[in-house]
């Protein structure tokens, strides 16, 4: 039952080429660094990432684009990566943009073993095209699938060798859901600590769908657009 690997390069070394790969975490808040960058160092291409977001130009998600690590995002929204801007406007990178609600539900629909829902969010627009609808109660629904993962990466805030995990606020986007969509679960923590030290009352995810577990270090926790008074 001991999840723990020494360090985030060990967690992520079997992660090979066009592994599709779901990071949690909503802007910078809450993104697993350590195992975002262990995954560029390991040197994996081709892959396909599932994210709220694409990080910016020297962080997160954008380390593996500067690295041309990636082959295609599944994201919401992505305005903050010039590079990402630049790549997906050269043709060197595909890009299926989702509505943020339900780039959420299709995940969590992986996670509940789900074949999918209908929503009528894109309804009439370049979401709905080529996708099942349905008229239901006089509106119009698309039909959205789910979304699954070879690998999930996750960042909590406290966890336990178990792979209970505790999330802390803006964290806990898209963060819970991912870890019980992916066939294999990495969460790297903030402090790991010993079973029985997190109340069973606090656990956000528990360490069944959690199969490794790190303990990061040296966090920068970014602020993405910071704004002050003159």
């Known amino acids: 039952m001991n999840k723990v690997f020494p360090d985030a390069a060990t967690a992520v ?11 949690g975490g909503f802007g910078l808040c809450g993104i697993p660094e350590n195992l975002i960058g262990a995954v560029r160092d390991g040197g994996a291409t081709g ?13 997160g998600l954008g380390l593996l684009l500067a690295t ?15 590079e990402f801007a ?20 299709r995940i969590r629909a992986a996670s509940a073993g789900l074949g ?10 370049k979401v ?30 406290k966890g336990d060798r178990h792979g209970n995990l505790v999330f ?11 870890a019980m969509a992916g066939k294999v679960t990495i969460a790297e923590v903030e402090e790991l600590v010993d079973v029985g030290a997190i109340d069973p009352d606090h656990v956000h995810t528990p360490g069944i769908f959690v199969q490794r577990i790190i303990e990061g270090a040296s966090y920068e926790k970014r602020i993405e657009q910071r704004t002050t008074r003159s």
């Open 86 to 105: 630049r790549q997906f406007l050269a043709g060197e990178l595909e890009v299926e943009l989702t509505p943020q609600g339900t780039l959420a539900e």
């Open 116 to 125: 999918g829902f209908f929503t009528p969010t894109g309804v009439g627009t």
């Open 13 to 23: 070394q079997d992660i090979g080429d066009g592994a599709v790969i779901m990071a």
């Open 168 to 178: 802390r606020k803006t964290a806990r986007n898209f963060n819970p859901l991912m």
């Open 47 to 59: 892959l396909t990432f599932v994210s709220n977001n694409a990080g910016v130009d020297d962080f």
């Open 128 to 157: 709905a095209e080529g996708k099942e609808t349905r008229v239901i109660d006089g509106r119009t629904y698309v039909f959205e699938a789910p979304l699954h993962a070879d690998f999930a990466l996750v960042k909590a805030w």
């Open 68 to 82: 041309r690590q990636i082959r295609k995002m599944i994201s919401s929204y992505v305005g903050e990566n010039k």
